[in-house]
C-alpha cells in the first residue's frame, strides 16, 4: 500500500516569501491532517480536513497560512509571506476515518532565512 | 485537554524488554491512550492505543493501570531500529483528531 506522499521534502526561503506544500494522502483516506513541527519539539496540529471540509483549524495562523483540499483527495499548505519562526518540518497526515490511527509522511523540512 | 507525562530519556540494550512509562492523571473516562512514535528524519507512526484493557498488537503491548492515570507501553524485545522518540497522547473519544503531542521519550538502544 502506497503511503501519504508529501513535496517537496526539503525548501528553503527567504523570509517574506510565498511557499507552498503538497499531500497526497492515502487512497481513501477521508481524513487528512497537517502538522507542524518545531525542531525539539512534538508535532502540532495546524488543521484538519473530513473529505474536502475542515474539522479544525483552530490553530492554523490564518493572517499567513492556508490549506484546502480540493475534491477530497490532495492538498496544499501555502504560507505566505513566511516568518522566520516558520522553520520546521510541515507533516500531512492521513487516516480512513477520524477515530482511526492516522499514517503520516516524511514531511517537508522548510527552512526560512 | 488531559496533558501526558514522559520522561525525557531512557536506554535499553538491544534484545531486552522496554517498558516505557507514562503518567496521565487527569484522565477523563473517554479518554483513549495513544502511543505513536517517531523514528529520525521520519513523520510520527502509530503504535498503539487502548481504553481500559490491556492491549497487544504485533509491535508491542499496552498496559494500562486500573485507575487509569499511568500506563506503560512495553516493547517486548528491543531492537537498534526501535531507537525513537515515543509520545504518549490522550484524546477524547478515541479520534485521531488534535492528537497533542508532548516532547515524548527518546529511546537509545544500544547494541
Redesign the interface.
Known amino acids: 500500500e502506497a503511503g501519504v506522499a508529501q513535496s517537496p521534502r526539503y525548501k528553503i526561503i527567504e523570509k517574506r516569501q510565498s511557499v507552498a506544500f503538497w499531500c497526497n494522502p492515502i487512497s481513501g483516506h477521508a481524513t487528512l491532517y497537517w502538522y507542524q513541527q518545531i525542531l525539539g519539539q512534538g508535532p502540532k496540529l495546524l488543521i484538519q480536513f473530513q473529505n474536502n471540509g475542515v474539522v479544525d483549524d483552530s490553530q492554523l495562523p490564518k493572517d499567513r497560512f492556508s490549506a484546502e483540499r480540493l475534491k477530497g483527495v490532495d492538498s496544499t499548505l501555502k504560507i505566505q509571506p513566511a516568518k522566520l519562526e516558520d522553520s520546521a518540518v510541515y507533516l500531512c497526515a492521513s487516516s480512513p476515518r477520524a477515530d482511526t490511527e492516522a499514517f503520516f509522511g516524511q514531511g517537508t523540512r522548510l527552512t526560512v532565512v | 485537554d488531559a496533558k501526558t507525562t514522559q520522561p525525557n530519556s531512557m536506554e535499553s540494550n538491544e534484545e531486552e524488554p522496554v517498558h516505557l512509562p507514562c503518567n496521565h492523571s487527569t484522565i477523563s473516562g473517554t479518554d483513549y491512550i495513544h502511543w505513536y512514535r517517531q523514528l529520525p528524519?521520519?513523520?510520527?507512526?502509530?503504535v498503539i492505543?487502548g481504553l481500559t484493557s490491556n492491549v497487544n498488537n504485533r509491535m508491542a503491548s499496552l498496559a494500562i493501570a486500573e485507575d487509569r492515570k499511568s500506563s506503560t507501553l512495553i516493547l517486548h524485545r528491543a531492537t537498534l531500529r526501535d531507537a525513537a522518540v515515543y509520545?504518549c497522547i490522550l484524546s477524547y473519544?478515541?479520534?485521531?483528531?488534535?492528537?497533542?503531542?508532548?516532547?515524548?521519550t527518546k529511546l537509545s538502544v544500544k547494541p
Do not use: A, D, V
Not at chain 2, 528524519?41 to 502509530?46: A, D, R, T, V
Open positions: 528524519s521520519q513523520g510520527p507512526e502509530y492505543h509520545y473519544g478515541g479520534s485521531q483528531g488534535n492528537l497533542i503531542f508532548g516532547k515524548g
